[in-house]
């Protein structure tokens, strides 16, 4: 193994222990803009909502799970094999509820294709040099639809990981965006379909009452490491 991926890893295993002991030193001297979901939990009251759109299988809610023991977790996952993954991850805990579809800007039925690498999987048009390996029918939804279905009033925290359908998502909030306190979101730092660039991006939080916060997990281009390819940036609604 490449040692600077073994010691990488190490690392991290070092940093998710630390996280977990919920130490008070921990919490005051571990540093910010490393782990956006524990910086929520040191700056933030206590979440009882939160919204994990673009769930993958799982992870971050259980992260989430970690952190906010008393929280309700909305995770949706629309493809079906990674639904199945998110549901076998998080059975036995009533706190999160998984639903296996999209958010967007219409109540609809579409075709996506499907890729080797799940992690990619879009549902906007994608430019992505490998050919599909299936395709699959998706139910879509909008947030303030659900919302109103649900009878909930409120979202603490609104994650985004839709590779490139962010806006559709946000669009889709309608007037519940107003009462959504916190949103981190997946944005890019170069024009393609499969990412949200950081500057319409800025610019919509902005116009709706959000400020930027953080920037996390900055990761850089595969073919020039010399540039800026996404990170995971965190608004909150001015005033909180």
């Not at 910086?39 to 799982?58: C, E, H, N, S, Y």
């Not at 519940?176 to 939080?205: A, P, Q, W």
């Not at 959000?210 to 595969?222: C, D, G, K, V």
Request: one cysteine or more.
């Amino acid at each position: 193994m490449n040692w600077k991926l073994f010691a990488g890893q190490t690392f991290h295993k070092i940093e998710q222990l630390a996280i977990k002991s919920n130490s008070s030193f921990v919490n005051k001297n571990y540093p910010y803009r490393r782990n956006f979901a524990f910086d929520l939990k040191r700056m933030l009251d206590t979440p009882q909502v939160i919204f994990d759109v673009g769930a993958f299988v799982g992870d971050l809610s259980l992260e989430f799970h970690q952190h906010f023991k008393t929280a309700t977790i909305y995770s949706f996952e629309p493809v079906l094999q990674s639904f199945n993954k998110l549901k076998s991850a998080t059975r036995g805990i009533e706190q999160i509820n998984s639903y296996n579809q999209a958010l967007g800007e219409k109540v609809e039925t579409i075709k996506i294709p499907l890729f080797s690498e799940a992690s990619i999987t879009t549902l906007r048009e994608s430019n992505y040099n490998s050919l599909p390996i299936s395709f699959e029918e998706i139910n879509v939804t909008r947030l303030d639809h659900f919302v109103a279905e649900n009878k909930i009033s409120k979202i603490d925290i609104l994650k985004i990981d839709v590779e490139g359908y962010e806006f559709e998502v946000l669009r889709g909030a309608g007037d519940f965006l107003s009462k959504i306190s916190c949103i981190i979101t997946e944005v890019g730092y170069s024009r393609c379909n499969t990412k949200t660039h950081f500057s319409d991006m800025d610019r919509f939080m902005e116009e709706n009452g959000f400020s930027l916060l953080n920037i996390y997990e900055l990761r850089p281009a595969y073919n020039d490491r010399t540039k800026l390819f996404y990170s995971n940036n965190v608004y909150i609604k001015t005033g909180n």
